[in-house]
């Protein structure tokens, strides 16, 4: 079946969360937003396109830090609305300079930094 | 620092999105939402209970069908907005009894069928 951006399911926003995943250490970096054109862009080009909630606006994954993401593959979750990215990732994900954004832990109720930015 | 899930950034509707990874395999299984009292459940139960927006309830998952999520642990993103368990899985993670609910893969234009569910 081929596939048509068009057929997942946005929310009322026109947006569908992507989930981005190392292609190599299988580490979740990140999530973010993708409106349909996002989604068509991100598959013609390999390289990752998300819909910054805050700009309105496209945001090509890097494109002014350099941390690009190169899609490995794209997935599609059983009720079409959330999208699970492997991406080869360039430098860290996250904008803090992390590897990736999920660097804070819960830990007996306690909250604990993984890890510090990259230099 | 104490954890305190109302320092969370929940959406309009009150929901943070949850991304459940399998602790042995690292693959990511689902994405489901939770608001500020499942968050709160999660943690004191150790296990993982959502909130069902179909059903406008708490879903502890498995509570039905057996397939549990056991808490490994829970990370914070950098925005606060997005969650990200580690869990052991006991049986299919996905409702229609596949391993992960991510189970389409778009392949030269071509939607693909990774898995089959489980018996």
Not at 4 to 33: C, F, K, R
Request: with cysteine; charged share 20%; glycine share 6%.
């Amino acid at each position: 079946m081929s596939f048509d951006p068009s057929t997942l399911v946005y929310n009322d926003a026109g947006l569908i969360p992507a989930i981005a995943q190392d292609a190599t250490s299988g580490e979740v970096l990140m999530m973010a937003w993708m409106n349909q054109e996002a989604v068509a862009r991100t598959l013609a080009t390999g390289r990752v396109t998300y819909w910054s909630r805050s700009r309105q606006s496209f945001w090509v994954k890097g494109e002014t830090s350099g941390h690009v993401q190169e899609l490995v593959n794209l997935r599609i979750d059983c009720d079409r609305d959330c999208l699970l990215l492997t991406v080869n990732q360039t430098g860290a994900a996250c904008h803090t300079g992390r590897r990736t954004c999920f660097y804070t832990e819960v830990r007996s109720g306690a909250e604990v930094e993984l890890m510090q930015p990259e230099r």
